[in-house]
Structure formats: structure tokens, C-alpha cells
Antibody
Framework: EVQLVESGGGLVQPGGSLRLSCAAS????????LTWVRQAPGKGLECVAK????????YPLDSMKGRLTVSRDNAKNLLYLQMNSLRVEDTAVYYC??????????WGQGTLVTVSS | QSALTQPPSASGSPGQSVTISCTGS?????????VSWYQQRPGKAPKLIIY???KRPSGVPDRFSGSKSGNTASLTVSGLQAEDEADYYC??????????FGGGTKLTVL
């Protein structure tokens, strides 16, 4: 069974940093594209980062470019999202998901990031 | 602002059918057969229910079906059940490196 478990969320002040992790099991981690999706309270879904099996990262959101680094450890089946210079508007639940031909097949339960002073 | 447009709400009575639309452009929905639909129940993570416009992952009831005409994709839920009450999101490949989502539709079972 595919399982994704996010961790690392919490309360952080504006301008602060946070690193999210996503522990994966039940599939061949090293061969999958992986995506981070966020959902602000009461709002819709946004893809914030995607990483290829070989570790190349992509950042589709202009509002987060330069502030994000997505990475993975294929030996440990771990996905990461380093977020810097956090803003109040980055407050959201962050999900990791496996991506296969532009559909997000399996999702984690999410981790809440709250940016507030 | 989402690249894909969904109605904010939809509703139907148990046993009825309801269709939710997802309108994009020839650069996304109309140009590729990579439309997906996700169901999100309150407080839960999204769940993939349709991919590649019409395909259902294993375990998804055949009451859920997808289609596409031109730049508009549709999700039809037949034989509505109380458990179908949820938010539904469409997504599409947008010719870049990731996907774009619609704004979501809240489905209410009356």
C-alpha cells in the first residue's frame, strides 16, 4: 500500500524558515515524480513544487520562486520542501503526492504551516 | 486566480445524477487528455477519482465518470449518495511542468 506521511509543519514567524518532510513507502520511490501541493484555509489547491526522479526541481508558483527548494533522498525514501522568507499568505496545509502523467495518484494527510507573528 | 473554471457549487438529491464542469482553454483542457478529478471530504486529503479524462483508479465506484468536449471537461456522479458530499477539483496539464487546478466545486447532497 502506498503511504505518504508529511511532517515538519508548525507555527513560524513571518520571514522565518521551515523544512517539511514526506516519508514514503509502498512503492519504488526513486522512479516517481513527486509534487508538493498546498491548500490555504478555506481555499483551493495549488502546486508549489515538483521534483523529477533524478532530483531536478520545478517551482510553478511565481509567488514562491526563490523561496523554495525541493529535494529528495532516494536512499531513504524521503521528500523535502525547504521554505524560506515565509509570509502570512503561505499559511496552508501542505501535501505531498505522487505524480504520474500529470495526475496526483497518492496523497499524504498533510501538514499545517502557520505563518504568524 | 485558477486557470481552470469550475462552478462554486452543485447539488442533487440522493439517486440523482449531477455534472460538474471544468472549463479551460486549448492550451490545457482542450489540448491534452490529461484532465484529472479529485474528491476532498472535509478535513481530509484530496483523493484521485478520475485521470486521463475518463479513467478511474482501482476502487473508485463506476458512479463516477469523466468526459471532455472541446475546452470543457466534466465529472458526472450518478446515483448520488450522501457520502458523495465533498469538494471536487479538476486539474489539467497546462503545457508547462506541473498541473493547474480548478477552483473547486462544493457538491451538496440534498
Amino acid at each position: 500500500e502506498v503511504q505518504l506521511v508529511e511532517s515538519g509543519g508548525g507555527l513560524v514567524q513571518p520571514g522565518g524558515s521551515l523544512r517539511l518532510s514526506c516519508a514514503a513507502s509502498g512503492f519504488t520511490f526513486s522512479t516517481y515524480y513527486l509534487t508538493w501541493v498546498r491548500q490555504a484555509p478555506g481555499k483551493g489547491l495549488e502546486c508549489v513544487a515538483k521534483i523529477d526522479p533524478d532530483g531536478s526541481g520545478r517551482y510553478p508558483l511565481d509567488s514562491m520562486k526563490g523561496r523554495l527548494t525541493v529535494s529528495r533522498d532516494n536512499a531513504k525514501n524521503l521528500l523535502y520542501l525547504q521554505m524560506n522568507s515565509l509570509r502570512v499568505e503561505d499559511t496552508a496545509v501542505y501535501y505531498c503526492a505522487t505524480e504520474d502523467w500529470w495526475s496526483l495518484r497518492a496523497w499524504g494527510q498533510g501538514t499545517l504551516v502557520t505563518v504568524s507573528s | 486566480q485558477s486557470a481552470l473554471t469550475q462552478p462554486p457549487s452543485a447539488s442533487g438529491s440522493p439517486g440523482q445524477s449531477v455534472t460538474i464542469s471544468c472549463t479551460g482553454s486549448s492550451s490545457d483542457v482542450g489540448g491534452y487528455n490529461y484532465v484529472s478529478w479529485y474528491q476532498q471530504r472535509p478535513g481530509k486529503a484530496p483523493k484521485l477519482i478520475i485521470y486521463d479524462v475518463t479513467k478511474r483508479p482501482s476502487g473508485v465506484p463506476d458512479r463516477f465518470s469523466g468526459s471532455k468536449s472541446g475546452n470543457t471537461a466534466s465529472l458526472t456522479v450518478s446515483g448520488l449518495q450522501a457520502e458523495d458530499e465533498a469538494d471536487y477539483y479538476c486539474s489539467s496539464y497546462v503545457g508547462s511542468t506541473t498541473v493547474s487546478f480548478g477552483g473547486g466545486t462544493k457538491l451538496t447532497v440534498l
